[in-house]
Each structure stands twice: as C-alpha cells, then as structure tokens.
C-alpha cells in the first residue's frame, strides 16, 4: 500500500521564531501530536516538534515554556518520502533511523505524514482487502 493512500494530510506549520507555549497551546487545543516548523531559507528548511520533545527536553526539566521558541527545541531535518513510497519501506526507514514518524514531500514541499499508527492502520486495511 502506498503512503499517499493513508498519509495524514492534516497537518499544521509554525514559524520557527512561534512561542513554544502558543505551540502547546495549539497542540492541546487541536489534540495533535506534532507541528511542523518552517525554517527560513531557500529552499524552505523543515523542523518538528512533537509533544514527546516538550515533555522530554522541555517541562521534564522544569524550563518555563514561555521563554524558549520552537527552533529551540526543533528536530532537524525531517525524513522526508514520496508519496508512492510502499508502506513496508516506509516503516524499515522508521526503524533504520529510530524515529516515529516520516513526513511525506512532493517537490520539497510537505504534504503528509506517516506516524506508527498509520502504518498499524494501514497493515489492518490491507488485511481487510485481502492483500
């Protein structure tokens, strides 16, 4: 099954100079797990911010959120696929380099992401579909 299948396509981006605490904000309000952050420069730089990193790197460590930006605490780069790529590649890439999610591109720009879920999900429906 291909990610463009499957892929979440909701997803939403914050400038890397946004207040971690509005990007809490923004992720309690929206009860999403991560937001992408765009890095000026040419061509557009991604990072990301998951709420893993904030618990982690930011509120278990007793740090004011409100006195950090996002780019303080950004993973960078994103791994970034094509949307044709197979579910099963997808998920070796995810273990290869320890990491949760992959953000799917197409010409550099992101339109996607596959987290874990996504591919348990989508392992479920090919089942279902008989694949």
């Known amino acids: 099954m291909k990610l463009s299948e499957f892929m979440t396509t909701h997803i939403r981006f914050v400038d890397s100079d946004y207040s971690l605490y509005d990007a809490i904000e923004q992720m309690?309000?929206?009860?999403?797990?991560?937001?992408?952050?765009?890095?000026?420069?040419e061509p557009p730089e991604y990072g990301v911010i998951t709420a893993r990193d904030i618990v982690i790197k930011v509120l278990g460590k007793g740090i004011d959120p409100a006195s950090l930006k996002v780019s303080e605490?950004?993973?960078?780069?994103?791994?970034?696929?094509?949307?044709?790529?197979?579910?099963?590649?997808?998920?070796?890439?995810?273990?290869?380099?320890n990491i949760a999610r992959v953000f799917v591109c197409d010409n550099g720009k992101i339109i996607g992401v596959v987290a874990m879920i996504d591919l348990m999900s989508a392992a479920l429906i090919q089942r279902a579909r008989g694949e």
């Open 28 to 41: 309690v309000d929206r009860r999403i797990r991560s937001l992408i952050v765009r890095f000026p420069g």
């Open 73 to 97: 605490i950004a993973s960078r780069p994103v791994f970034c696929v094509e949307k044709d790529m197979e579910m099963f590649e997808a998920a070796r890439i995810m273990d290869e380099h």
